[in-house]
């Protein structure tokens, strides 16, 4: 009689690529820049950032989340002159290996906290910020969740020459229950499982772009 043996479990694009030989390997580890382009200090768009920068040790990802509070518009007759929230902001977009862009959708485009982030970033000489790094987006909002904002982005990306991840988009809804209210914490299941699927997909599409050796652990 023959006999049916459950199949293995398949590997992943990334771990075939990082797959050990002799010794046992750690995959490399990616850095990835959250940008929330809301100001808000109960904005729903960083809280979907922070429950990725929670699940991200998990994915073997290092998850910053930049400040803009203090980053002053872009003005070249200042720009020599930066101050230090601009400055850190600067080595962390040249640090990071990936980049999650979050925002509301503000008049049919994204925010101008995140353009003006954007606009600093892109005079680091080089384009040493974004220059063939990969880039996730999600945003949250009423409507159609900020999906046109998302669009705009797109755009500006193109310029930036940043590699914008496709598939999977997230769209939130900041008014039906998948942030609690008082709080704005992300308490959707679903959501949080989008997030996870994106950053997850975000880190594949960096190692792509950019490998990394795999280390032999000690």
Request: proline content about 5%.
């Amino acid at each position: 009689m023959t006999s049916f043996l459950s199949s293995p479990r398949r590997t992943t694009t990334i771990e075939q690529q990082y797959m050990p030989t002799a010794k046992k390997m750690k995959l490399p580890v990616v850095k990835v820049l959250g940008i929330c382009g809301s100001l808000r200090k109960q904005s729903t768009n960083l809280s979907a950032l922070k429950y990725m920068a929670s699940q991200a040790p998990k994915l073997g990802v290092e998850f910053d989340i930049a400040e803009l509070g203090n980053v002053p518009f872009f003005n070249p007759d200042e720009e020599e002159d930066k101050n230090e929230a601009t400055l850190k902001l600067l080595e962390q977009m040249k640090a990071a290996d990936a980049f999650v862009f979050s925002t509301p959708e503000y008049n049919y485009s994204f925010t101008p906290a995140l353009k003006n982030a954007l606009d600093w970033g892109s005079r680091l000489p080089g384009n040493a910020g974004f220059k063939g790094k990969a880039a996730s987006m999600i945003s949250a909002g009423g409507g159609l969740r900020g999906s046109r904002s998302q669009y705009q982005l797109r755009q500006v990306a193109v310029f930036l020459d940043l590699f914008v991840l496709n598939k999977p988009e997230v769209m939130l809804s900041s008014f039906d229950g998948t942030f609690e209210k008082e709080t704005a914490e992300l308490v959707s299941d679903h959501a949080q499982e989008q997030l996870v699927q994106q950053l997850e997909a975000l880190k594949e599409l960096s190692l792509k772009l950019n490998p990394k050796e795999a280390t032999a652990e000690l």
